[in-house]
Every structure is written in C-alpha cells, then in structure tokens.
C-alpha cells in the first residue's frame, strides 16, 4: 500500500528552525513534482513550495519566499522542507502530496493538481 508520511513538525519559538520530511512508503518519489502544503484552523490549505522531477524548478509562494527551503534526496527517497524564521503565523499542520502528472521541471502550488496526500504534520510557532 503506498503511504506518504510526514514528519519533522514540532513547537518552536518565533525565529526558530525546522525541518520537515516526506518519505513515500510503496513507491519512489523521484519520478513525481512534490508539493507542501499547510492550514490553518478555519483557513483554507495553502502550498508552500514544491519541486520538479529532478529537483531544478522550485516554487515558493512570497509569504514563505527567503525563509522555507525545497530539497530532495533521491537516495533517500525524501524531500525536505527546510524553514527558517519561524512567525507565529505559520502555525498550521503541513502535508506533502504528490502531482503525479506534472511533466518534468515543472511543479505547481495548485493543490487541485495533486492526488496523493500525507496525513499531515502539525507546526506550532509559539513562545
């Protein structure tokens, strides 16, 4: 059965640091665009950042633009999400999905364009 799994999510102070992870269970991301995505209670879900097939189109929406990072490992069959500057409005469960379609070098922070969700990995930013 194929799964994505996310983790990584935490509670951390403003201007504070994490990292999230993707690993699919079942079948290799390498050949699929990845996306992040979040929300917020009584907020609709956002992408974040995505990454092409072979990892050289990234996309970041300018709220997170300079501070969230879009990264994959192909050994590892993982993709990162590196963010920086933590601001309490960042605050959201985080899910990484996958664009199955998405030619390559090509991704998308349209979440209609992905199929294939993770159950999700809550982000506090709090003091």
């Known amino acids: 059965q194929a799964l994505l799994v996310e983790s990584g999510g935490g509670l951390v102070q403003p201007g504070g640091s994490l990292r999230l992870s993707c690993a699919p269970s079942g079948f290799t991301s390498v050949n699929f665009a990845i996306g992040w995505f979040r929300q917020a209670p009584g907020k609709e879900r956002e992408g974040v950042s995505c990454?092409?097939?072979?990892?050289?189109?990234?996309n970041y929406p300018d709220s997170v633009k300079g501070r969230f990072t879009i990264s994959r490992d192909n050994d590892k069959n993982t993709v990162y999400l590196q963010m920086t500057s933590l601001r309490p409005e960042d605050t959201a469960v985080y899910y990484c999905a996958v664009d199955w379609r998405a030619p390559s070098g090509f991704c998308t922070l349209t979440k209609s364009h992905y199929d294939f969700w993770g159950q999700g990995t809550q982000v506090t930013v709090s003091s």
């Open positions: 990454i092409s097939v072979g990892g050289k189109t990234t």
